[in-house]
């Protein structure tokens, strides 16, 4: 079997061979091609042990490695274990030493981390700067404290709690509220507000400065303000913010009127402009039936004498003008010559009741499209930051308040116009019917 392989096996390598002319050569060649692979065979063996005794050397050297590792790992492991043994002793001598100090150097730094934080946020430091640098070798070290921190910790204390009453003015070199600084004279009371001439001033901790606020109290606080800077003697009135600050800070972020209106956008604008419009027409119907009213309270002051420019002189006129008629005819032309009267006094009032109902609608237009803002912005950008969500919202309320200021006065304005009128129209039905009464009288007189 393994002679036909080898057969096979010259027969595909050598063809050569293959074309030999008898068998006796093609058994000769076969057999050299035999001794040939056998001695491949036998230097492959002979690599391949070679190899393995190699690999086997790297073997027990690796063992012998870590097994030198090992110990070292548990001498290493040893000596750790007594070091921490005589560390704890050493600690518990040292508790055991120290006593009651080590309490007392805990209460002497946590005091002086305390007052950092304060002095760091103290509107003082603006007029002694680096105070707070002070005391960083106190609080942020673990050593215990010398005599000089001690005494540097309570006269920075005591300097505290003093200038906390003082009312001081001091030069200092302080910011406009555009970044730009200028020197000038300031006026700090306690730690509670700094004053110079623009108004106001804010702390700032991390340069130790101040600068003006970019938004002052309007009206009168920073007119006290600007007065308690030149005032005389002991006392002068002023206004403080006791929260050191934080309630003059949220007023730079607080929209004023016009600012609120502007939240409104468009819609705003349109519902405003029709208020004017219905402002402006009640306005002026107000005018006519006040001269209106003027001149029919005239003519009624001197019935004997009608007069055409008013319209109960004018009804007057109809019905001297048609005395000879009959009493239903008298009354018809009375009638007739009212219900021409009536359209000019109620002239605007349906206009002005049209913008009072408008203006609401318009408000709740501009919620919904305030709102339609808000969820394309939770859309885009999810609900992580509330201030993307904050125009349209505002656009939300702004539109629905104008809306409301608008419609509501224009409600009140719009009843005022009816009720004058109706009082004129009353006079001339009165008087129109006292007329044909008088009229009839005469007849049968």
């Known amino acids: 079997m393994r002679i036909l392989t080898w057969l096979l096996a010259a027969c595909l390598l050598l063809p050569v061979s293959a074309a030999a002319a008898d068998?006796?050569?093609?058994?000769?060649?076969?057999?050299?091609?035999?001794?040939?692979?056998?001695?491949?065979?036998?230097?492959?063996?002979?690599?391949?042990?070679a190899e393995k005794q190699h690999r086997q050397q790297l073997l027990a050297e690796a063992k012998a490695r870590l097994k030198a590792l090992e110990k070292q790992a548990e001498a290493l492991k040893a000596e750790f274990e007594a070091n921490r043994q005589e560390l704890l002793k050493l600690e518990e001598k040292l508790q055991a030493s120290s006593g009651v100090l080590g309490e007392i150097v805990g209460t002497v730094r946590q005091v002086a981390g305390d007052l950092k934080a304060d002095l760091q946020q103290s509107l003082v430091s603006a007029q002694y700067p680096g105070r707070a640098a002070r005391l960083a070798p106190i609080a942020d070290s673990k050593r215990l404290p010398t005599l000089e921190q001690l005494h540097t910790l309570w006269t920075l204390m005591l300097e505290e709690m003093t200038e906390a009453g003082k009312v001081v003015r001091f030069q200092r070199e302080i910011l406009a509220s555009d970044g730009k600084p200028f020197?000038?004279?300031?006026?700090?009371?306690?730690?509670?507000?700094?004053?110079?001439?623009?108004?106001?001033?804010r702390y700032l901790p991390e340069t130790e400065q101040l600068m003006v606020l970019s938004r002052q109290p309007e009206g009168k606080p920073l007119r006290l303000a600007r007065d308690f800077l030149?005032?005389?003697?002991?006392?002068?009135?002023?206004?403080?913010?006791?929260?050191?600050?934080?309630?003059?800070?949220?007023?730079?972020?607080?929209?004023?009127?016009?600012?609120?209106?502007?939240?409104?956008?468009?819609?705003?604008y349109i519902i405003l402009a029709l208020g004017a419009i219905g402002l402006a027409i009640v306005a002026v119907r107000l005018a006519v039936l006040w001269g209106v009213g003027k001149r029919v309270e005239a003519q009624?002051?001197?019935?004997?004498q009608p007069r055409d420019d008013n319209p109960l002189g004018r009804i007057?006129?109809?019905?001297?003008?048609?005395?000879?008629?009959?009493?239903?005819?008298?009354?018809?032309?009375?009638?007739?010559?009212?219900?021409?009267?009536?359209?000019?006094?109620?002239?605007g009032q349906s206009l002005v009741k049209l913008l009072a109902a408008v203006a609401p609608l318009l408000g709740l237009l501009g919620t919904v499209t305030g709102m339609i803002q808000t969820f394309q912005a939770i859309s885009l950008f999810g609900t992580g930051d509330p201030k993307l969500m904050a125009g349209g919202i505002s656009q939300a309320l702004v539109t629905t308040m104008l809306g409301l200021s608008v419609a509501i006065p224009l409600l009140f304005l719009h009843a005022l116009l009816a009720s004058r009128s109706r009082t004129i129209v009353s006079i001339l039905e009165e008087q129109s019917a006292g007329l044909v009464s008088q009229i009839l009288e005469k007849r049968r007189g």
């Open 300 to 304: 009624l002051a001197d019935v004997e």
């Open 183 to 201: 020197e000038t004279d300031v006026v700090r009371i306690g730690v509670f507000n700094a004053i110079a001439a623009p108004g106001y001033l």
């Open 23 to 49: 068998l006796d050569q093609l058994l000769a060649e076969v057999k050299r091609q035999q001794i040939r692979l056998s001695q491949v065979d036998r230097q492959r063996e002979a690599r391949f042990l």
């Open 316 to 347: 007057f006129l109809t019905a001297l003008g048609a005395k000879s008629t009959d009493p239903e005819t008298l009354e018809a032309l009375l009638d007739e010559a009212i219900l021409r009267e009536i359209p000019p006094l109620e002239r």
């Open 230 to 268: 030149h005032a005389q003697g002991d006392r002068a009135p002023v206004a403080i913010d006791p929260t050191r600050g934080v309630f003059l800070e949220m007023l730079t972020h607080t929209p004023n009127a016009w600012e609120r209106i502007q939240q409104g956008g468009l819609i705003g």
